[in-house]
């Protein structure tokens, strides 16, 4: 429906394969390796071994700060991986330009639920965060966990594929399940009639993992696909860089 109501830019590249490096490009608008940030953020003895330091520079330019500095409300809810446990004292999010947050794979307040329902919770926080923006402008990053490992859907959402075998089972629930969460928000936000006020971005920070053919592998569930391109997640082929991107806003960005 994003698609069919926006732009879907089938040519869109990150600038990374793996998580950390791909987030901090999002967030810097640099390159990553600006930031010697070459793989993801690990512990202290393997960000030494990778010669990484231990967090995104909060120092960098940084999109949420300059949202703030021009009048927005900003907060980031879901994963957060700028940085990992493991370390010590790193920068809290609020650091780097938001005013609320809640997070996972990163230090402050966290989302507190279960993985495999992560979404639901995050899609709560944000839109309590939009009712307390006051009318003011408002920034959110949303970074959902679906389809990272590990995947581990509602059961409702897999009782909806109970014809499917696994591993299809459970990645089919967990797409559909951040489908609907996702759906939920998108929803308030025509209730509400900010839908042509609001700018969504759908993206990724890589290609899908490459499945395990180990049934007790967390990577076991991980069935995305790449439309035949060459790569998956950790490769700079094309599907490990190449990633969906999809800019809807009614009135604004043309349809279809």
Same mark, same amino acid.
């Given at each position: 429906?994003?698609?069919?109501?926006?732009?879907?830019?089938?040519?869109?590249?990150?600038?990374?394969?793996?998580?950390?490096?791909?987030?901090?490009?999002?967030?810097?608008?640099?390159?990553?390796?600006?930031?010697? #940030?070459?793989?993801?953020?690990?512990?202290?003895?393997?960000?030494?071994?990778?010669?990484?330091?231990?967090?995104?520079?909060?120092?960098? &330019?940084?999109? &949420?700060?300059?949202?703030?500095?021009?009048?927005?409300?900003?907060?980031?809810?879901?994963?957060?991986?700028?940085?990992?446990?493991?370390?010590?004292?790193?920068?809290?999010?609020?650091?780097?330009?938001?005013?609320?947050?809640?997070?996972?794979?990163?230090?402050?307040?966290?989302?507190?639920?279960? +993985?495999?329902?992560?979404?639901?919770?995050?899609?709560?926080?944000?839109?309590?965060?939009?009712?307390?923006?006051?009318?003011? &402008?408002?920034?959110?990053?949303?970074?959902?966990?679906?389809?990272?490992?590990?995947?581990?859907?509602?059961?409702?959402?897999?009782?909806?594929?109970?014809? +499917?075998?696994?591993?299809?089972?459970?990645?089919?629930?967990? #797409?559909?399940?951040?489908?609907?969460?996702?759906?939920?928000?998108?929803?308030?936000?025509?209730?509400?009639?900010?839908?042509?006020?609001?700018?969504?971005?759908?993206?990724?920070?890589?290609?899908?993992?490459?499945?395990?053919?180990?049934?007790?592998?967390?990577?076991?569930?991980?069935?995305?696909?790449?439309?035949?391109?060459?790569?998956?997640?950790?490769?700079?082929?094309?599907?490990?860089?190449?990633? &969906?991107? #999809?800019?809807?806003?009614?009135?604004?960005?043309?349809?279809?």
């Amino acid at each position: 429906r994003m698609a069919n109501e926006g732009i879907d830019f089938r040519r869109f590249n990150v600038c990374n394969p793996v998580c950390s490096p791909s987030r901090a490009a999002v967030m810097t608008g640099h390159f990553p390796a600006r930031y010697c #940030i070459h793989q993801h953020f690990a512990t202290a003895e393997l960000n030494r071994e990778r010669g990484m330091p231990d967090w995104l520079d909060p120092l960098a &330019p940084m999109l &949420p700060r300059e949202l703030k500095n021009a009048g927005y409300r900003t907060a980031h809810y879901g994963k957060w991986h700028l940085t990992n446990s493991g370390v010590y004292n790193p920068p809290l999010p609020e650091v780097y330009g938001y005013n609320d947050n809640r997070v996972y794979n990163g230090p402050g307040p966290q989302v507190g639920t279960p +993985i495999g329902v992560s979404t639901g919770a995050c899609v709560d926080f944000t839109i309590d965060f939009i009712k307390n923006a006051g009318g003011d &402008p408002f920034f959110v990053n949303l970074w959902i966990h679906e389809s990272h490992a590990v995947i581990d859907p509602p059961q409702d959402a897999k009782d909806a594929y109970a014809h +499917i075998e696994e591993p299809y089972r459970s990645y089919y629930a967990c #797409i559909s399940y951040a489908d609907r969460e996702l759906g939920r928000l998108f929803q308030y936000l025509r209730d509400e009639n900010l839908d042509d006020k609001t700018l969504i971005i759908f993206s990724s920070d890589n290609g899908p993992e490459s499945p395990s053919s180990n049934p007790d592998a967390i990577t076991w569930y991980s069935r995305g696909e790449t439309w035949g391109l060459v790569g998956q997640k950790r490769s700079l082929h094309e599907g490990g860089v190449g990633v &969906p991107f #999809i800019v809807h806003w009614p009135g604004k960005v043309p349809a279809g």
